[in-house]
């Protein structure tokens, strides 16, 4: 893993608000590296989710 992050993984914020990210993943392996790619951008997405949920489920308990 410390490979991967520290050599084969970049990831760019391209806004202020972080909503879109850059990110780029090297190999030799061209299938592994778009397969590693979508696989990471499906947990990305679940966390955010996973995140928006909780906040807004902090608020509606806050406002009840």
């Known amino acids: 893993w410390q490979e991967i992050i ?8 391209t806004s202020s608000d972080a909503s879109i ?4 993943f090297t ?10 790619v979508e696989v990471l951008i ?6 955010y ?3 928006s949920i909780r906040k807004a489920k902090y608020t509606l308990d806050y406002l009840n």
């Not at 990210?21 to 780029?24: D, Y």
């Open 42 to 47: 499906q947990e990305i997405e679940q966390l």
């Open 21 to 24: 990210i850059n990110l780029v």
């Open 6 to 13: 520290e050599e084969k993984l970049e990831i760019q914020l």
């Open 49 to 51: 989710v996973s995140i």
């Open 27 to 36: 190999s030799f392996n061209e299938e592994f590296a778009k397969v590693f």
